[in-house]
């Protein structure tokens, strides 16, 4: 017994660092699952708030960008009213009759700026400023004006932690604009302006530039968000399916507000897809 | 006592700097120096302390990992070299009796940076592999951990030589 404890003692240090690196390890190992990278993020109080003061400072400095982002997409929406179009031929009293027509709201929409951006590693998170108390959920998407920047992965009080398109463990459901075409969309790591959509059947028609635009089939995502166009693409040996390269629209080192969208129905379309598996 | 408190504000400090300069510095796309290894470097005990420096190395590599939603990377990375620093230490410079009475102006300069580069580069590869976890793409991994331990190496050399006191 004694030999026990003087061998225990002897390299009490050996065990204290080894368990550290198992703890550290499985931290790491349960961060790679983004459903579960509950424990170590920076949607704290403390945390959020240092990165909070920080982001004060160089939101001056982008203010230039900022404000040229704004004002086109101001210009697009305004594009998008009913005084920028004409009727032609159909009697508009129809579709507004709201007998004829119901609409119902499936996205919210809730604008938050991005207060610590990474975008160097091979899995990179985004931290924003708004939490569970502006109605922000885990798995609510983020996109900006041009582009789909990631997911809700976890959130705070005031913070919560975006789990990045630049990240190995998102894809994202997108499809071409001229044809209904989907794949999914992923991040190769290295180059940032580099991204590959793949499973496009070779059936598919396109060329180089065309655009490519999320798809319908995410609860997370509306059908439509540009996200970029074809840089190259070539088909896989043997496969029926295109390996697409596509040059996003955003640069990702240099955003600063977003949108968090909030599927309102998704709760049901999961529900109803359980619901078919059982 | 005075050394406690040094240590304490050193923890502190590079975290700060960390998280708020060098995670913020884009230097060729993707690569971010890590000065906080200067912690590991600079803590003052060893024999009788290794529990505390093993621990506030863990510690200081979670800090860093809350900022950087980064799992337990940081802190697994830092804790290895927090480990292994005096073998190393005896390796590179030669067994010293006691690293706390030891500056770094004592140490001939090229030991001091192979020193530093062994260190950092144990951290840096450590980092790279834990956030890859796969055998993809090893040669963009390896010319990561090579720039990464240059930057790293080149600020922590700087720093040492501008805010050490000289003796």
Request: aromatic content about 14%; cysteine-free; charged content about 20%.
């Given at each position: 017994?004694?030999?026990?404890?003087?061998?225990?003692?002897?390299?009490?240090?050996?065990?204290?660092?080894?368990?550290?690196?198992?703890?550290?390890?499985?931290?790491?190992?349960?961060?790679?699952?983004?459903?579960?990278?509950?424990?170590?993020?920076?949607?704290?109080?403390?945390?959020?708030?240092?990165?909070?003061?920080?982001?004060?400072?160089?939101?001056?400095?982008?203010?230039?960008d900022?404000?040229?982002?704004?004002?086109?997409?101001?210009?697009?929406?305004?594009?998008?009213?009913?005084?920028?179009?004409?009727?032609?031929?159909?009697?508009?009293?129809?579709?507004?009759?709201?007998?004829?027509?119901?609409?119902?709201?499936?996205?919210?929409?809730?604008?938050?700026?991005?207060?610590?951006n990474s975008y160097r590693h091979r899995n990179n998170?985004i931290?924003?400023?708004?939490?569970?108390?502006?109605?922000?959920?885990?798995?609510?998407?983020?996109i900006t004006?041009n582009g789909v920047i990631g997911?809700?992965?976890?959130?705070?009080?005031?913070?919560?932690?975006?789990?990045s398109i630049l990240n190995k463990?998102l894809?994202v459901?997108a499809?071409?604009?001229?044809?209904?075409?989907?794949?999914?969309l992923s991040w190769p790591g290295k180059d940032r302006s580099k991204f590959i959509l793949s499973?496009?059947?070779?059936?598919?028609?396109?060329?180089i530039g065309d655009t490519i635009i999320?798809?319908?089939?995410?609860?997370?995502?509306?059908?439509?968000i540009n996200i970029g166009t074809i840089e190259k693409f070539?088909?896989?040996?043997?496969?029926?399916?295109?390996h697409i390269t596509v040059k996003p629209f955003i640069d990702y080192a240099n955003i600063?507000?977003?949108?968090?969208?909030?599927?309102?129905?998704?709760?049901?379309?999961?529900?109803?897809?359980?619901?078919?598996?059982? | 006592?005075?050394?406690?408190?040094?240590?304490?504000?050193?923890?502190?400090?590079?975290?700060?700097?960390?998280?708020?300069?060098?995670?913020?510095?884009n230097f060729g796309g993707f690569i971010?120096?890590?000065?906080?290894?200067?912690?590991?470097?600079?803590?003052?005990?060893?024999?009788?302390?290794?529990?505390?420096?093993?621990?506030?190395?863990?510690?200081?590599?979670?800090?860093?990992?809350?900022?950087?939603?980064?799992?337990?990377?940081?802190?697994?990375?830092?804790?290895?070299?927090?480990?292994?620093?005096?073998?190393?230490?005896?390796?590179?410079?030669?067994?010293?009796?006691?690293?706390?009475?030891?500056?770094?102006?004592?140490?001939?300069?090229?030991?001091?940076?192979?020193?530093?580069?062994?260190?950092?580069?144990?951290?840096?590869?450590?980092?790279?592999?834990?956030?890859?976890?796969?055998?993809?793409q090893?040669?963009t991994?390896?010319v990561r951990?090579?720039?990464?331990?240059?930057?790293?190496?080149?600020?922590?050399?700087?720093?040492?030589?501008?805010?050490?006191?000289?003796?």
């Open positions: 017994m004694q030999q026990l404890i003087n061998f225990l003692a002897k390299r009490k240090y050996i065990f204290l660092f080894l368990l550290i690196q198992l703890i550290t390890l499985w931290l790491t190992i349960q961060n790679k699952d983004y459903h579960r990278s509950k424990f170590i993020n920076s949607t704290g109080n403390f945390v959020g708030g240092i990165y909070t003061s920080i982001n004060n400072f160089d939101k001056y400095l982008d203010l230039y900022e404000n040229k982002q704004l004002v086109e997409e101001n210009a697009k929406l305004h594009s998008m009213l009913k005084s920028s179009m004409i009727e032609v031929g159909i009697n508009m009293q129809s579709y507004t009759d709201t007998n004829a027509l119901r609409i119902v709201q499936k996205y919210n929409f809730t604008d938050a700026e991005i207060i610590n998170h931290t924003i400023n708004k939490g569970l108390k502006n109605g922000v959920n885990d798995g609510d998407g983020v004006s997911v809700i992965e976890s959130t705070g009080e005031n913070y919560s932690s975006v789990i463990n894809q459901n499809k071409l604009k001229k044809s209904n075409y989907f794949g999914s499973d496009i059947p070779k059936e598919a028609k396109f060329s999320t798809g319908g089939y995410s609860t997370i995502f509306p059908e439509g070539n088909i896989i040996k043997d496969q029926n399916y295109y600063k507000s977003v949108y968090i969208i909030h599927n309102l129905h998704r709760e049901e379309i999961k529900e109803t897809e359980n619901k078919k598996t059982n | 006592m005075n050394r406690n408190i040094n240590n304490i504000l050193r923890f502190i400090g590079l975290i700060l700097i960390q998280v708020t300069i060098l995670n913020r510095i971010n120096p890590q000065i906080y290894v200067l912690y590991v470097i600079l803590f003052p005990y060893y024999n009788k302390h290794k529990g505390y420096f093993l621990l506030s190395s863990f510690f200081l590599g979670i800090s860093i990992d809350f900022f950087m939603n980064s799992g337990g990377i940081n802190a697994f990375s830092l804790t290895l070299i927090a480990f292994f620093r005096q073998n190393i230490f005896n390796m590179i410079i030669g067994k010293q009796d006691k690293y706390e009475n030891m500056t770094f102006h004592e140490i001939p300069i090229a030991k001091a940076i192979t020193y530093i580069i062994i260190l950092t580069f144990i951290h840096a590869t450590s980092i790279f592999w834990l956030e890859n976890f796969s055998f993809e090893l040669g991994m390896f951990i090579l720039l990464s331990t240059i930057y790293s190496t080149v600020i922590i050399y700087l720093s040492l030589s501008l805010f050490l006191k000289k003796k």
